[in-house]
């Protein structure tokens, strides 16, 4: 298995320098723990509780961590429920909370999880094998003008119809069964010639985000924040595309204005050129941090910052 490398490591532990000794810190995507080990070694004074909805990945940080004793604790389970899980544990409220939002370069890695258009592998995607229906159980059971509108809302993709329509008929005809299947069958919708991008990209991220419900799964987490966090409590986030970046941007936004804390700094926070270098994948990260509390903060007012999901009783 390819080494998983962390993004953002320095940066991340940087922005928790605000973190009163003795707090617990939630990290909501916990992975195989570098970020954990990391926040860990910095503030000897702090506990970590790690959650991640990958069984696979919370074997790995269970391992790593086991080195810290009772200092860390780490669980199965979505980061869009840390408090309910926190609580679960006989903890209230968390001094931090980090979210590395996003696929794992480890789940790219390996093949068998569906997640590549470079390998073949079952059309799959699920970041918890056993959580929900996979992404080629999707394409078998939604109409064409769904699979159109989850590839164009979360990919951006302009020839989702296409890509949506020959996705369709591929199934019917019995031609699409592996990643390799699908890939190919977004490569043969757009036209000959040089792209940017291999024209899967935009197809896979979107059916990745779909069945994940990875946006959902943000939202929520962000939801929980003014009912879950201590006075001083320091919020980080890191994301990997604009639909999340922007989630992100908005709610700190809202809650500046609302007085429930302040922003640390107005621009995200990126990998510097040796990260960019030594990890691919830290090119497109952008860390936003939060302080939590203010004087006039109220933690009750979790209602007003509930996901569009919860608003709409859906």
């Known amino acids: 298995m390819a080494e998983h490398l962390p993004v953002l490591v320095s940066a991340v532990v940087k922005a928790f320098g605000e973190l009163r000794p003795g707090a617990t810190i939630v990290d909501g995507t916990c992975g195989f723990g570098g970020h954990s080990a990391a926040l860990l070694e ?31 604790v780490v669980r199965h389970g979505r980061f869009g429920k840390w408090l309910e899980q926190l609580r679960a544990l006989g903890v209230d409220h968390a001094g931090g909370l980090l ?15 569906g997640f590549s258009f470079r390998e073949a592998g079952p059309v799959d995607m699920r970041m918890d094998p056993g959580g929900g229906p996979s992404a080629l159980e999707f394409l078998q059971g939604a109409p064409e003008d769904e699979i159109a509108r989850v590839i164009w809302r979360y990919g951006d993709e302009r020839l989702s119809r296409r890509i949506a329509r020959q996705i369709k008929r591929a199934l019917d005809e019995d031609r699409l069964s ?3 299947d699908l890939a190919e069958i977004c490569r043969r919708a757009y036209p000959k010639g040089q792209h940017r991008i291999d024209p899967a990209t935009r197809t896979f991220q979107a059916l990745r985000i779909h069945v994940n419900d990875e946006l959902g799964e943000l939202e929520n987490a962000l939801a929980s924040v003014p009912e879950g966090m201590e006075e001083a409590g320091i919020i980080a986030v890191i994301s990997f595309h604009s639909l ?8 700190m936004r809202e809650w500046q204005e609302q007085s429930f804390g302040r922003i640390l700094k107005p621009a995200p926070i990126t990998a510097d050129e040796p990260e960019r270098v030594s990890n691919p994948r830290a090119r497109s990260a952008k860390l ?8 006039d903060a109220k933690p009750t007012g979790a209602d007003r910052y509930r996901s569009k999901k919860h608003r709409q009783g859906t």
């Open 178 to 180: 592996t990643t390799l």
């Open 288 to 295: 936003r941090v939060f302080v939590w509390g203010a004087e």
């Open 99 to 113: 979210l590395d939002v996003g696929v794992s370069s480890y789940q790219l890695d390996r093949p068998e999880r």
């Open 244 to 251: 999340e970046d922007r989630i992100v941007k908005q709610t």
């Open 42 to 72: 910095r503030y000897p004074g702090a506990n970590v509780v790690g959650f991640d909805r990958d069984t696979e990945a919370v074997a790995h940080a269970t391992q790593r961590l086991a080195g810290y004793g009772r200092r860390a």
